[in-house]
């Protein structure tokens, strides 16, 4: 029932991974009145969909807490339980991301050795794609947090983008060693000395993400959503500016028309929908949050994102990789910080 | 002395800096024998110039806090210098960033009733430019420098992009009064108050700088060189899909050449040398920090950046602020943070 166009947007999403992804079926939590006739329109994603009554929804403007306190029957938190219960391998939602964040929180709890969970999302760049994280979760994080934020996004750019040995670098001012707070200069520390098992770049700045200077951008989740948000602000601009230029003149409109399948290709590189699932690395269960704005394609590329961390053991690979990183000599200082 | 290309790129911007603003002249600063041929090729602005001889520069790896030691006989050095002994009515340099802000902290001491210094900067926007602060001179800030970036942010604004009451809003990663830390909420809640003679438009999110949606944009500076630095980022990376889409095929060559003087005036509308000059607001002289990388005409920008602030009486007009701001019943709560 969550984003913008819930839940006809949903329903369409669902059909396009459905068709994608055969084999995979779908739990849908909320207003059966509503869902059933959807359905209805897609006899082919039909036999594929159970849909789980319920009258309660949470809203965009719910607080986190007002949630955690009311909400037990809301389609978002019952969509969780159903992970944490087995009846679901995954929960995907496009509703509210502070109060889906505080229920899988709640209901999910931490994977073992990870302190927080952090809200990793996909970066076009030069060379293809990156991983980002955090991109909002925790507002605040200390070195020992962004060390485990460097293990998590390793381990997922590995398993989504099939990257062997995904580079990762730290988000700073600049590149040198005393650049910026304690906790990035830490959490550098760490990393650099070699003994965790991960390819570490050092310091990225800003312009590094869309560069594609690493795979993996570790961040605190206010700089990563700022940045991230700047970029598609920026993003957003320029497209204006081109529209605005290729109809500026009757000579513009022509060159449109000659360059547009040159162009609907940078659409398409470029395309948020193409980006669009964010996954709450850390939790003991897989949730991925696609954009309350996007359309059906979109939330079906969040539903693939979803599918791919099932199918290739995202959890199991990440308790893993702590495994080799406690019994490692890197450890002491990682509890240390 | 500092920059990439300098000093040739200097004396060329100052070149074109004269040719706009015939009643500036110029102190340069630097090694005579290198600067003394450059200038003879310009006859028209060897007359506005005076060269101060130093053989000793500042580079671009040298620390802050070793320039502060030993670096008295520098060229940056003695440029700051000369703003303090009323020599110049500014400083305009592309050089180490780090080091002309630790040296003008030094020599040119902060304003009264401001406790820290902020590098203020130009965004493109939807509709025109914004300002932006801190964009790198604070790692760390309190609700308390965020409200003094604020004040500041806002007689820039007013002075040197013309707006008579401009906007100001608090970059945070959520609009809702509860999003972020403690030092963007504190600094809201007094901005919001209205008590400060500011047009107060709440917090802004990252995707809001380019959107245009406040004139100012007051941040921390670790995210808010973050932020432009992705933005920028993000800038070349569509510049560069743009690039290889114009020359895919024969068509978009041909489509390229038709839109061509459209598309000029996009990237003359996002072309960063219009944008170079960052301002170190707070300070007791006016100093401008250009890119390093920059060259001739964005020199030239920045030179006209600092003339603006100079003829504008910026200093003084932040001045007043500050006491409207003190005799204000906000001061004391602005005193509390």
């Given amino acids: 029932m969550g984003g913008d166009d819930a839940p006809e947007m949903v329903i369409q999403g669902a059909q396009i991974a459905r068709t994608r992804l055969p084999h995979v079926d779908f739990l849908l939590f909320g207003d059966q009145a509503k869902l059933e006739p959807l359905l209805e329109q897609h006899p082919d994603l039909r036999p594929a969909c159970r849909i789980r009554h319920t009258d309660q929804v949470v809203t965009g403007d ?8 009311t909400g037990r029957q809301s389609s978002m938190w019952m969509a969780v339980d159903a992970v944490s219960q087995g009846d679901a391998a995954a929960v995907v ?5 502070g109060a889906l964040m505080a229920v899988s929180k709640f209901v999910l709890r931490m994977l073992p050795g990870i302190d927080r969970p952090a809200i990793a999302g996909f970066f076009p760049t030069r060379h293809g794609e990156s991983v980002m994280l955090d991109l909002g979760a925790n507002v605040d994080c200390s070195a020992r947090n962004l060390v485990q934020f460097a293990v998590m996004g390793e381990v997922f750019a590995r398993i989504v983008l099939g990257i062997e040995q995904p580079s990762v670098g730290i988000l700073n001012v600049g590149s040198e060693e005393l650049k910026g707070n304690d906790a990035v200069r830490s959490a550098s520390a760490v990393l650099r000395t070699g003994a965790l ?3 570490f770049h050092g310091f990225v700045e800003g312009n590094d993400i869309a560069a594609g200077t690493v795979d ?7 700089s990563g959503n700022i940045a991230l948000k700047s970029a598609e602000g920026l993003a957003r601009l320029y497209a204006t500016f081109l529209k605005e230029a290729f109809s500026s003149s009757w000579l513009a409109k022509i060159g449109y028309l000659l360059a547009r399948s040159a162009l609907v290709k940078v659409k398409l590189r470029t395309d948020p929908r193409r980006y669009n699932g964010a996954m709450f690395l850390g939790l003991n269960g897989i949730a991925v949050k696609s954009h309350g704005g996007t359309d059906a394609v979109g939330f079906a590329n969040a539903i693939g994102v979803a599918v791919e961390l099932v199918t290739h053991g995202f959890n199991e690979r990440i308790k893993r990789e702590l495994e080799r990183v406690n019994s490692d000599e890197a450890s002491a200082q990682v509890a240390a910080l």
């Fill in 197 to 199: 098992p991960i390819k």
């Fill in 216 to 222: 993996v951008v570790v961040s605190d989740g206010f």
């Fill in 62 to 69: 719910d607080k986190p807490s007002q949630v955690l306190r």
């Fill in 93 to 97: 939602s496009a509703g509210n991301t």
